[in-house]
């Protein structure tokens, strides 16, 4: 698209800026159009971000261009060679500063007049963006959280064999409504990229309208929102008048009853409901995905082929969803083992899906290989090269839990060794720099027990400065005492029996 200097450019609606006190954070929303990246983070200098601020106002191309050459004391030609290359760009570009790389996503900068909704501008001053020691490396925030996840409650309306959740703790006092919107504004202050809710089951808060409203309201509403629960008519009004229009995930195994009730603990007139409320839901102009569990209970083709024709009934469904089963640290390790299907199977029943049934799909449908190809014990140089997830564990993500306490992973739940605070008292940023909260995420060798190969470790601080070691699968592979083990997926971790595939 040729870039025209008479026009105006913006940056993309989608894209955000935060001052990190070190450096400035660039980040999208999770959930945008096709235009953007959907969930990008990264850093960049705070020049750069003092350059983009100039397309947060109503003005020319050319006159920025003119304003930029008298503020960076460049020629025009040099400053619009730089500021062309974030117009419209397909693809990710990079720039680079003392030899390091500082990537953008794509269409930093967009036309005005390519923008399919009222653009507001958002006047962002220069001033915003002072920064001083410069750390474009570091991968946690020095602000606070990037991201937030409420755990409204830890109750359910099924009681599933394989539920990673603490369903058994017993909550006496609950954050009040009135509480969880405090947070949600100072949330909003701290320019926190989303909010999180999740369960038990959300829709079994009394409030879950009120919080999720003012979610949207703020511009900060999660990614999509997982159930349970069978929907009515007057649970879907509810969820209408919030505004909310992200994904709703729905979560369905299978379509027989007698499995279900194996599986999920469920009465008899559940899974019926389930299918009424999906129909339902369907109609309601919602957008909405299923997901299924695989386990040992519908490893049977049979019963993912009934799914799947029920599934062919819905016209909105955006995509379905399966998952093997996962190991839990709620889950004792036996129980685990009866709920797994052996490998060989999941690979005969994906084939099937992928044989037959993919080709009369009119949706996507998604198989968890992922989980299928874990790697343990074999990634050495330390955690910057472990494959997989990456953790946002101490460095993007807090998670508070029904009581407030907070806790750093929404796995390890009331683990008395990872809650770094209490926002019954304390605020999100407090938390977030406490004591216990800085202690975690700059472990040193001298905090590591004595049996721990980490202990003596030559990469031991190249490893532990990256911060992307899995806590909780350390926990699952070795156990509560033992959480300063290495992460199971480097070549230097003690093998146990598997807790994967």
Same mark, same amino acid.
């Given at each position: ?210 919080? @999720? %409203?003012? $979610?949207?309201?703020?511009? /900060?509403? =999660?990614?999509?929102? #997982?159930?349970? &629960?069978?929907?009515? !008519? ?79 009934? @819905? %016209?909105? $469904?955006?995509?379905?969803? /399966?998952? =093997?089963?996962?190991? #839990?640290?709620? &889950?004792?390790?036996? !129980? ?166």
């Amino acid at each position: 698209m040729e870039v025209k200097t008479n026009k105006v450019y913006v940056l993309n609606p989608c894209y955000h800026l935060r001052n990190d006190i070190h450096r400035i954070a660039l980040f999208s929303k999770a959930n945008i159009n096709g235009n953007t990246l959907g969930d990008w983070n990264a850093f960049i200098h705070p020049l750069q971000a003092v350059m983009l601020s100039f397309f947060t106002f109503n003005r020319r191309l050319d006159n920025n261009i003119q304003l930029l050459s008298n503020l960076f004391n460049r020629d025009i030609t040099y400053m619009s060679d730089i500021i062309n290359s974030y117009i419209n760009n397909n693809l990710p570009i990079y720039a680079t500063w003392k030899g390091q790389k500082i990537y953008f996503p794509k269409n930093v900068l967009v036309d005005l007049n390519s923008i399919d909704h009222d653009y507001y501008f958002r006047h962002l001053s220069s001033d915003l963006f002072a920064c001083k020691n410069i750390d474009l490396t570091s991968r946690r925030f020095y602000s606070g959280p990037l991201i937030l996840t409420l755990m409204l409650n830890n109750k359910c309306v099924t009681h599933c064999t394989y539920c990673y959740a603490d369903t058994k703790t017993n909550v006496k006092q609950p954050l009040s409504t009135s509480r969880i919107l405090e947070l949600i504004l100072e949330a909003s202050k701290l320019q926190v990229q989303q909010v999180n809710l999740i369960g038990g089951e959300i829709f079994l808060h009394p409030d879950w309208d009120i919080i @999720l %409203k003012e $979610l949207v309201k703020r511009d /900060i509403a =999660p990614e999509y929102i #997982s159930t349970k &629960i069978p929907f009515t !008519d007057n649970l879907l009004k509810r969820l209408k008048n919030t505004g909310y229009n992200n994904l709703i995930q729905v979560s369905l195994d299978t379509c027989d009853d007698n499995v279900l009730q194996e599986m999920l603990g469920a009465k008899n007139t559940y899974g019926k409901k389930v299918l009424k409320g999906l129909l339902a839901l369907d109609q309601s102009g919602l957008k909405y995905q299923v997901s299924s569990v695989f386990t040992t209970h519908n490893s049977d083709r049979q019963l993912w082929n009934d799914l799947f024709c029920f599934l062919s009934t @819905l %016209k909105h $469904l955006e995509n379905w969803r /399966i998952v =093997p089963v996962n190991m #839990s640290i709620n &889950i004792k390790y036996q !129980d685990f083992i009866s709920l797994k299907p052996p490998k060989a199977t999941i690979e005969t029943i994906f084939n099937y899906i992928e044989e037959s049934i993919f080709p009369l799909a009119k949706f996507p449908i998604l198989l968890g290989r992922e989980v299928l190809d874990n790697k343990f014990y074999t990634d050495n140089g330390g955690s910057a090269h472990f494959r997989g997830a990456v953790c946002s564990a101490l460095n993007t993500h807090m998670f508070i839990l029904p009581n407030g306490k907070v806790t750093i992973c929404e796995q390890l739940y009331w683990n008395p060794r990872f809650i770094i605070g209490d926002v019954t008292y304390q605020s999100l940023i407090e938390v977030w720099n406490s004591p216990r909260s800085l202690f975690l995420s700059n472990l040193k060798q001298e905090d590591i027990q004595q049996k721990s190969y980490c202990k003596t470790c030559s990469v031991f601080d190249q490893c532990y400065s990256s911060h992307n070691r899995c806590w909780s699968n350390i926990i699952k592979a070795y156990g509560d005492l033992n959480w300063d083990y290495p992460d199971p997926r480097c070549c230097f971790a003690p093998k146990v029996d598997t807790f994967g595939y």
